[in-house]
């Protein structure tokens, strides 16, 4: 709880009157020219370095929905490398990653049968749209490193002020970044003129504007440059990156591409039975089911752009039909990433109990100051049902069953929905990656190998059999549709097996 308030509170003194007296600009710029000189900023025009360590994967834990309390949940293996060009202020960064825990706990692609991979390429315009989805690639822009900051700085029209930490003193030198959100940065210089911490502030999603913290130190020299052999990066005071630095090449030659500029989120919908509709969309899938009087979609969005996708097709589908419910399955940042859009709607947000205090007291008194969403632009009170063990919507005819999953290592909160009438399921998270017309698996990091049951899996057929549920046909949201009952028998026929751990280094 504490750590929480103090992040906000940062925030605010950060972003608003400075808690410390503005010194002389030239005074800023000597602060900028000493560091650049210390630590061999001057002249270099790219680096590439290679790391070990861990990486956490944000807002996809298992047991508690704080941003502030990962746990091991979110905990990976990690082999990271990042080339920068300091000419083009482009930045890639590559990492594989691996199963940690064991028995496997929460998200990001859990359970791993096999090493992912992952690719960011940002630049010092483009990062800053915001960590939609809990996307991990937030933070990776140039001048979020040390030198990168002091030669942006060199350029720019820092400020300068003092501040003590622990006891040690540091200087302080802000900027301000051009571009849509009006970014500020700061870094703080150590006696020795060495950067030990980088601050910023992003916006996401779900927790609106929070703190991205990077953290330097145990600096080595590499040919005239000091580079900083540990790296911690943070989002809103918790890990997100934990790197051993192994490997650093000044002035490597890189070849880097600017990164694209996104581009509108697009849905596509496809009738599933009468008057249900699968609207299949980047990340996560949503489904629309008509009732008499109103609309219901099961599952939120990634973003707020996908979820004001998803109710513009359903009110293409639907157009004299309010959206009167959101079925929000779990907190994961790909399915509550449009949570704030439907509040905004209108809609009534139904999911598990155990995110009561979560949603009441984070997500939706959330500050969105860099990049206001719809809620903020437009405040009304949110409404919740808050689902124990069932619920159940029904206009007389049709019905929707909404149950609470037991003993599923994904999320201990999380929801499955069914249409008793069609012999519908709805789930998320435990039979995905799908291909609905060959009924073969993409080959995605968390899928077995033959004669392998994920756990994941498991419980969703254990949760099936305990409910009493027909099921005939299964929705995934990480899918493509609607697939046959017969795959999930196929997946559970074999050894329930959690994971192998292997390190990628």
Same mark, same amino acid.
């Given at each position: 709880?504490?750590?929480?308030?103090?992040?906000?509170?940062?925030?605010?003194v950060?972003?608003?009157?400075?808690?410390?007296?503005?010194?002389?600009?030239?005074?800023?710029?000597?602060?900028?020219?000493?560091?650049?000189?210390?630590?061999?900023?001057?002249?270099?025009?790219?680096?590439?370095?290679s790391?070990?360590?861990y990486?956490?994967?944000?807002?996809?834990?298992?047991?508690?929905?704080?941003?502030?309390?990962?746990?091991?949940?979110?905990?990976?293996?990690?082999?990271?490398?990042?080339?920068?060009?300091?000419?083009?202020?482009?930045?890639?960064?590559?990492?594989?990653?691996?199963?940690?825990?064991?028995?496997?706990?929460?998200?990001?692609?859990q359970?791993?049968?096999?090493?992912?991979?992952?690719?960011s390429?940002?630049?010092?315009?483009? !990062?800053?749209?915001?960590? $939609?989805?809990?996307?991990?690639?937030?933070?990776?822009?140039?001048?979020?490193?040390?030198?990168?900051f002091?030669?942006?700085?060199?350029?720019?029209?820092?400020?300068?002020?003092?501040?003590?930490? !622990?006891?040690?003193?540091?200087?302080?030198?802000?900027? #301000?970044?051009?571009?849509p959100?009006?970014?500020?940065?700061?870094?703080?210089?150590?006696?020795?003129?060495?950067?030990?911490?980088?601050?910023?502030?992003?916006?996401?999603?779900i927790?609106?504007?929070?703190?991205? #913290?990077?953290?330097?130190?145990?600096?080595?020299?590499?040919?005239?440059?000091?580079?900083?052999?540990?790296?911690?990066?943070?989002?809103?005071?918790?890990?997100?990156?934990? /790197?051993?630095?192994?490997?650093?090449?000044?002035?490597?030659?890189?070849?880097?591409?600017?990164?694209?500029?996104?581009?509108?989120?697009?849905?596509?919908?496809?009738?599933?039975a009468?008057?249900?509709?699968?609207?299949?969309?980047?990340?996560?899938?949503?489904?629309?089911?008509?009732?008499?009087?109103?609309?219901?979609?099961?599952?939120?969005?990634?973003?707020?752009?996908?979820?004001?996708?998803?109710?513009?097709e359903?009110?293409r589908?639907?157009?004299?039909?309010?959206?009167?419910?959101?079925?929000?399955? $779990?907190?994961?940042?790909?399915?509550?990433?449009?949570?704030?859009?439907?509040?905004?709607?209108?809609?009534?947000?139904?999911?598990?109990?155990?995110?009561?205090?979560?949603?009441?007291?984070?997500?939706?008194?959330?500050?969105?100051? /860099?990049?206001?969403?719809?809620?903020a632009?437009h405040?009304?009170?949110?409404?919740?049902?808050?689902?124990?063990?069932?619920?159940?919507?029904?206009?007389?005819d049709?019905?929707?069953?909404?149950?609470?999953?037991e003993?599923?290592?994904?999320c &201990?909160?999380?929801?499955?929905?069914?249409?008793? &009438?069609?012999?519908?399921?709805?789930?998320?998270?435990?039979?995905?990656?799908?291909?609905?017309?060959?009924l &073969?698996?993409?080959?995605?990091?968390?899928?077995?190998?033959? !004669?392998?049951?994920?756990?994941?899996?498991?419980?969703?057929? #254990?949760?099936?059999?305990?409910?009493?549920?027909?099921?005939?046909?299964?929705?995934?949201? $990480?899918?493509?549709?609607?697939?046959?009952?017969?795959?999930?028998?196929?997946?559970?026929?074999?050894?329930?097996?959690?994971?192998?751990?292997?390190?990628?280094?």
């Amino acid at each position: 709880m504490l750590k929480k308030v103090v992040v906000a509170l940062v925030f605010t003194v950060s972003l608003g009157c400075s808690a410390y007296a503005q010194k002389p600009q030239s005074e800023a710029q000597k602060a900028v020219d000493d560091a650049a000189k210390a630590i061999g900023a001057d002249g270099l025009k790219s680096i590439q370095y290679s790391a070990n360590g861990y990486y956490y994967h944000f807002l996809q834990g298992y047991l508690d929905p704080s941003p502030n309390d990962p746990g091991p949940w979110t905990k990976f293996y990690a082999k990271y490398t990042r080339s920068i060009d300091y000419q083009q202020n482009i930045s890639r960064e590559e990492m594989t990653w691996s199963q940690y825990s064991n028995p496997p706990r929460g998200g990001g692609y859990q359970p791993m049968y096999q090493p992912g991979t992952m690719t960011s390429v940002t630049s010092n315009t483009i !990062g800053w749209e915001g960590m $939609h989805g809990g996307s991990p690639t937030g933070g990776g822009e140039p001048v979020l490193t040390p030198q990168g900051f002091l030669l942006v700085a060199q350029s720019g029209d820092p400020t300068l002020r003092s501040a003590t930490i !622990g006891g040690q003193s540091f200087k302080v030198v802000s900027l #301000e970044l051009p571009g849509p959100f009006k970014i500020k940065v700061e870094a703080y210089i150590n006696k020795d003129n060495l950067i030990e911490k980088i601050d910023t502030w992003m916006p996401s999603i779900i927790l609106g504007d929070i703190l991205v #913290e990077h953290n330097y130190s145990n600096y080595r020299d590499f040919d005239g440059v000091k580079f900083p052999m540990r790296i911690v990066r943070t989002y809103a005071g918790t890990r997100a990156l934990e /790197l051993d630095v192994t490997d650093v090449k000044p002035n490597a030659p890189v070849s880097l591409q600017p990164p694209r500029e996104s581009q509108p989120t697009q849905v596509k919908s496809s009738k599933i039975a009468d008057g249900v509709w699968f609207i299949d969309g980047p990340g996560a899938s949503t489904a629309a089911v008509e009732f008499k009087d109103y609309v219901v979609l099961v599952e939120s969005s990634t973003s707020e752009e996908h979820a004001l996708a998803n109710i513009a097709e359903t009110k293409r589908l639907f157009p004299n039909k309010p959206i009167r419910y959101n079925i929000n399955s $779990h907190y994961h940042g790909d399915h509550a990433g449009g949570l704030r859009t439907f509040i905004a709607e209108g809609a009534t947000i139904i999911t598990p109990e155990g995110n009561r205090d979560f949603y009441e007291r984070v997500v939706v008194k959330a500050p969105f100051v /860099l990049q206001p969403d719809q809620l903020a632009l437009h405040p009304q009170p949110a409404h919740f049902i808050w689902v124990g063990d069932k619920y159940v919507l029904s206009d007389g005819d049709r019905k929707m069953e909404i149950y609470t999953v037991e003993g599923e290592g994904h999320c &201990k909160n999380i929801l499955i929905t069914y249409m008793p &009438k069609e012999k519908l399921l709805f789930e998320t998270d435990m039979l995905d990656n799908v291909d609905p017309e060959s009924l &073969k698996a993409v080959r995605h990091p968390n899928f077995p190998p033959p !004669g392998i049951v994920s756990p994941y899996t498991w419980a969703l057929w #254990e949760n099936i059999q305990r409910l009493h549920l027909d099921v005939q046909q299964i929705v995934q949201c $990480h899918g493509h549709g609607a697939v046959s009952v017969d795959v999930l028998k196929q997946r559970v026929v074999g050894k329930v097996e959690s994971v192998a751990i292997n390190p990628p280094f």
